[in-house]
């Protein structure tokens, strides 16, 4: 009994992250499915104070360092 539930327990977890890992993408217009865009793929913009160090962005005196 106890390795009929673990077996559905791990079958249920293995539904459910099945779908995350396999998300193709398909193109609006032809239907086909294309290579996914890589969202995360922008740089997060750093910047510095008039000292010179790395700060928050959002900071007074703060200027965006050229990368």
Known sequence: MR???AALAAMTLMAGAAPALA????DAK??????CANKAAAKPTKCRDA???FTKCSGPGAKPVKQ
């Open 3 to 5: 390795s009929i539930i």
């Open 51 to 53: 000292k010179g160090k």
């Open 23 to 26: 998300a193709p993408c398909k």
């Open 30 to 35: 032809t239907g086909k499915f294309v290579k």
